[in-house]
Structures are given as C-alpha cells and as structure tokens.
T-cell receptor, first 116, second 112 residues
Framework: EAGVAQSPRYKIIEKRQSVAFWCNPI?????LYWYQQILGQGPKLLIQ????????DSQLPKDRFSAERLKGVDSTLKIQPAKLEDSAVYLC??????????????FGPGTRLLVL | GESVGLHLPTLSVQEGDNSIINCAYS??????FIWYKQESGKGPQFIID?????DKRQGQRVTVLLNKTVKHLSLQIAATQPGDSAVYFC???????????FGQGTRLTINP
C-alpha cells in the first residue's frame, strides 16, 4: 500500500513570495490533515478535511494560508505572502475515516520550507 | 498551549537495554493516545496506540502504559537497537474532535 505522498520535498523562497505544497493521501482515506512542524517541536494541526469539506481550520492563519481539497482526494496548501516565521516542515497526514473518536493518522515525508 | 508534554527532551541508552519514554498530558477528556517515531528528514511513523479504556497495550518490542489517574503515558522499548534512534512524540486525541495534540518530543540516542 502506497503511503502519503507530498511534493516538493524542499523549497526555499524569499519573504513575501508565495508557495504551494501538494499532498496525495493514502487511497481510500477520507480524512486529510495539514500540520506545521517548527524545528524542535511537535506537529501542530493547521487544517483538517473530511472528504472535501473542512472539519477544523481554527489554527490556520487565514490571512496568509489557504488550503483546498476540491475532489476529496489530493490537497494543496498555499502560503501568500510568506513570512520568515513560516520556515518549518509542512506535514500531510491521512486517516481512513472521521468518527469523532481516535483514528490512526499516517504521515507523509513532509515539505521542508525555508523562508529567507 | 499544548496539553501534552514530555518529561525529558533527550534520552541516551545502551544498545540492548530497555528504553522508557514518558509523557504527561493535561486534558482529562482525551480518549486516545498514539506514539509516533520520527527519524531525521522523515514524517512521524505510527508505533502504537492505546484507548482510554485500557491501561496497557503491547506490540512488537514496544509497550504503552496509560495511567489516567496521574495523566501519564509511557512508551517502553525492549532491547533497544541502533535503528530505534529517533525523536518520539506522544499525541492525544481530544474526545469527539479527532484532533491530535502533539507533545514536544524526546530524542532517543543509542550508545554502542
């Protein structure tokens, strides 16, 4: 079974530029998550989708971050404009269902973003 | 702030010894807990999970213990191997939300 795929793996941009990350979840997984992981910290949830609907985006900085999952499969996360503090690893994860209870989330390799 | 934390940021053990990684959580409503292993340059990898109606669960070389009275979670790794070197995170699910909150992580290093 293929895992969660993400691209690009690395990205270097200058502040105020825009950037987009792509995620393809495990086949059949209805729930998709985007996390931000700053160096030395645990992942922090940015947004959670159930199929193509947003379940939780309470921690997404909506003035500069946006995400979509139009067909309920792939997802993109965009930052526009980027700030220095956005330098982090952006992780995508997926889980089979959303039940309101605990479901195992499987993570992709992440995209490492450096904002100069 | 985060409701899940770890007692120690680093842990060094001898190869072949058992490792114990601890985690404290503060949300009594959490109903599901997961341990993840993260190697350098990779995403977190699922190790083992436990639900709040259990106090112990065993996997291959790993055991998770849950003490709800003191809100404490631990991961025990038997016969630690060089490949176990990584950062270990505990994460808790907020009941009803399916929202994982991660702790800061513990870096496990194996001495030969």
């Amino acid at each position: 079974e293929a895992g969660v795929a993400q691209s690009p793996r690395y990205k270097i941009i200058e502040k105020r530029q825009s950037v987009a990350f792509w995620c393809n979840p495990i086949s059949g997984h209805a729930t998709l998550y985007w996390y931000q992981q700053i160096l030395g910290q645990g992942p922090k949830l940015l947004i959670q989708f159930q199929n193509n609907g947003v379940v939780d985006d309470s921690q997404l900085p909506k003035d500069r971050f946006s995400a979509e999952r139009l067909k309920g499969v792939d997802s993109t996360l965009k930052i526009q404009p980027a700030k220095l503090e956005d330098s982090a690893v952006y992780l995508c994860a997926s889980s089979l269902v959303w039940s309101g209870g605990g479901e195992t989330q499987y993570f992709g390799p992440g995209t490492r973003l450096l904002v100069l | 702030g985060e409701s899940v934390g770890l007692h120690l940021p680093t842990l060094s053990v001898q190869e072949g010894d058992n490792s114990i990684i601890n985690c404290a959580y503060s949300n009594s409503a959490s109903d599901y807990f997961i341990w993840y292993k993260q190697e350098s340059g990779k995403g977190p990898q699922f190790i083992i999970d436990i639900r709040s109606n259990m106090d112990k669960r065993q996997g291959q070389r790993v055991t998770v213990l849950l003490n709800k009275t003191v809100k404490h979670l631990s991961l025990q790794i038997a016969a630690t191997q060089p490949g176990d070197s990584a950062v270990y995170f505990c994460a808790e699910n907020i009941q009803g939300a399916q929202k994982l909150v991660f702790g800061q992580g513990t870096r496990l290093t194996i001495n030969p």
